[in-house]
């Protein structure tokens, strides 16, 4: 069996990466440094730990399920120990993008991130309609890039983040540079920002006298509908004259002229990921 070593395997993310490495065609070697890290993996997934040298020693692939703000600092311990050959997975491109990994030849360097389960979905259990984040039971995608090793690292990289990630839809191959504009300037820098923006937005209604559940149906009702139709899920719909009215009117009241250039620019993006690596936790 392909041997995995999973770094931060206690963590709230290591320990969903452990429970879906534990019934896999994998083997597996658990490194958690904290106590409390540890006793949460055993719990969960009946997994004991074992030391870093231990769990390196003989792996194929090393998954780096750890903060941002430290891939670069455990990269720089462990890039030097691990066997020639070995494929380093990182779970996010902001590190790798930021140039935060060694230099090293002879070992690979593969980026995963999950897109997390879609809005428009064929989900029917329950316990998949509430898994929200994905790798539990909802279905979701993933994108993958192989920074550098041979070609048949990729495959194999590949086949562990669809473990890892899964039930996995469909897996994108993209550049790591293209998985740092999708996050964090597409998913956060605007995703998230408005997102929170859209709640400012119900309770200001709520402020002025609508009823909270009122305003809560009205809007998330009419995000469906108008997400079916800007993502064209629903290609048939339309946005009605009003809509495009207050559309038109909106746009120069709420945006910036130029802000897409300024949040996808490249400095821009790379100054979000330095920025990330140094306060994410």
């Not at 041997?3 to 490194?31: E, P």
């Not at 746009?251 to 330095?274: N, Q």
Request: aromatic share 6%; charged share 25%; glycine share 8%.
């Amino acid at each position: 069996m392909t041997k995995i070593a999973l770094l931060g395997a206690g963590g709230k993310m290591g320990v969903r990466l452990a429970t879906n490495l534990k019934n896999s065609a994998f083997s597996v070697d658990h490194v958690e440094v904290s106590e409390e890290g540890r006793e949460r993996l055993k719990t969960s997934t009946g997994a004991e730990c074992v030391s870093l040298d231990d769990a390196l020693h003989g792996a194929a692939v090393v998954v780096m399920a750890v903060p941002d703000a430290l891939i670069g600092k455990i990269a720089q311990e462990i890039v030097p120990l691990v066997e020639s050959g070995t494929a380093l997975i990182v779970l996010d491109a902001a590190a790798p993008h930021a140039g935060q990994l060694p230099d090293r030849d002879d070992i690979s360097y593969f980026v995963t991130h999950p897109c997390h389960p879609p809005i428009f979905n064929d989900e029917v259990d329950s316990d998949a309609k509430r898994d929200f984040f994905g790798g539990v039971k909802a279905k979701q995608s993933i994108v993958c890039a192989l920074m550098q090793g041979p070609e048949e690292h990729y495959a194999l990289c590949n086949e562990v983040a669809k473990t890892i990630y899964g039930p996995v839809i469909r897996s994108h191959r993209c550049t790591v540079e293209q998985i740092a504009i999708m996050e964090p300037a597409m998913s956060e820098t605007v995703g998230a920002t408005m997102c929170l923006a859209l709640r400012e937005a119900t309770d200001e209604a709520i402020r002025r006298g609508v009823p909270r559940d009122a305003a809560f149906d009205f809007m998330l009702g009419h995000l469906t509908i108008e997400l079916a139709i800007a993502f064209e899920v629903f290609p048939e719909g339309r946005f009605s004259d009003g809509a495009l009215h207050a559309i038109k009117e909106a746009r120069p009241m709420i945006f910036r002229e130029g802000w897409l250039d300024r949040v996808f620019s490249e400095e821009a993006v790379m100054k979000s990921v330095k920025d990330i690596c140094k306060t994410a936790a």
